[in-house]
């Protein structure tokens, strides 16, 4: 890909995220995402979190279920921790600015780069690619839009969005390139903590997902305890204790996966958690980790229902992130459309 450029110095840390709107929300999300945008509120900088439905849409939605899922899911952000009068929090689709700087960037990457992305190849696999929308292929230029709209600097995500943020830093720096100019920032992609990829309870090769055919592989936000008792008891493991250190992990992916997931919930590290049980079978590991995520998850299950009893209320808080999203992308956006030659002389 295009060579590596220093991220200018002009711009100050501003963190942008994002979550696609097509289904319910799972574990994984929360500890790789939503656990994360909350704490990143304590930092004093600004932090924009979008629900980006116009990326739920690279695959056909049922609107009636997409509408429903976008406010579930910006009840699972405000049920998480994120407060919308410290954070923006607003749908992609309500500034039109992410749209109109996807446009530029579809000319400006190029098709060679597009062809890496393993999203697109993963979600196409088995199936008749040829079929796919032209959304579904050009998706990461929408991502790096988003972004960008807002010259973001650090983008929190799971481990599987960091290729989609090196094609981001690739378009930025040829854009910067071709026109000449230090204008859009090189972001940094913030994946951290013990659960930027928690896997599925049923193959721990596979990562926890809400498109996965079983319900069995995952924990749904709107899951309740006897949901979440039963999924994790029946979770696939080995027939071996927990070892003393984590070396005895290697191998044992699904023992791996839990572990990760009682440190990530319990805010401990993995070679804590393994030290503290050392020894345990998964018969009375199992128990006290699901204990552990009823009490982590149950109140943001509660939460996430009373907030849905309201949706108008949601809304409101959405098109007011809205407002202040546009604020800041439309002036960035119109000096894309200075820099790139277009006339702008309407009033
Ligand atoms: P998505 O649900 O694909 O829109 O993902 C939203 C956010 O959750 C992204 O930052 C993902 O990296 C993160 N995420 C999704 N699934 C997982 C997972 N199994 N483990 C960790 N992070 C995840
Ligand atoms: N592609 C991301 C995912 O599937 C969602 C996303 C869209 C995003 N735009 C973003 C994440 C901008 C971070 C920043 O998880």
Redesign the pocket.
């Known amino acids: 890909m295009a060579e590596p450029v220093q991220t200018p110095q002009a711009f100050s840390k501003r963190i942008f995220?994002?979550?696609?709107p097509?289904?319910g929300?799972?574990?994984?999300?929360y500890?790789?995402?939503?656990k994360r945008f909350a704490e990143k509120q304590n930092e004093g900088i600004d932090t924009i979190y979008c629900l980006?439905d116009m990326?739920a849409i690279t695959v056909w939605q049922d609107p009636a279920k997409l509408r429903q899922q976008t406010r579930e899911g910006a009840a699972a952000f405000i049920a998480s921790g994120v407060d919308p009068a410290r954070s923006i929090l607003f749908n992609q689709s309500q500034v039109g600015a992410h749209a109109e700087l996807a446009w530029i960037f579809n000319c400006v990457a190029r098709l060679g780069w597009m062809n890496r992305m393993t999203q697109f190849k993963d979600k196409t696999a088995g199936k008749n690619a040829e079929n796919a929308s032209l959304g579904l292929y050009a998706y990461p230029s929408l991502m790096a839009a988003d972004i960008m709209a807002y010259h973001a600097t650090h983008v929190?995500?799971?481990?599987?969005?960091k290729q989609h943020l090196e094609l981001t830093r690739d378009i930025a720096a040829k854009f910067n390139h071709d026109y000449g100019v230090e204008f859009f920032p090189i972001v940094e992609p913030v994946i951290e903590g013990a659960?930027?990829?928690?896997?599925?309870l049923r193959d721990g090769t596979k990562?926890?997902?809400?498109s996965d055919p079983s319900d069995q592989s995952?924990i749904n936000l709107t899951d309740d305890a006897d949901a979440i008792a039963t999924k994790i008891r029946k979770a696939k493991t080995d027939p071996d204790p927990l070892p003393d250190t984590l070396d005895g992990l290697k191998d044992r992916p699904e023992a791996r996966n839990l572990v990760n997931i009682y440190a990530a919930l319990s805010g401990k590290t993995a070679a804590d958690v393994v030290a503290e049980h050392a020894g345990a079978q998964f018969v009375s590991f199992k128990p006290k980790l699901a204990e552990l995520a009823v009490a982590v998850l149950s109140p943001i299950t509660t939460e996430m229902n009373r907030l849905l009893r309201d949706p108008a209320e949601i809304d409101r808080v959405l098109g007011q992130g809205a407002d202040r999203a546009e604020a800041i992308a439309r002036p960035i956006v119109d000096k894309v459309y200075d820099i790139t030659g277009m006339i702008r002389s309407r009033r």
């Open positions: 995220s994002g979550i696609q097509s289904g929300l799972t574990l994984g999300n500890l790789g995402a939503l980006v990326h929190p995500v799971g481990e599987d969005q659960a930027t990829r928690v896997m599925s990562k926890m997902s809400k995952r």
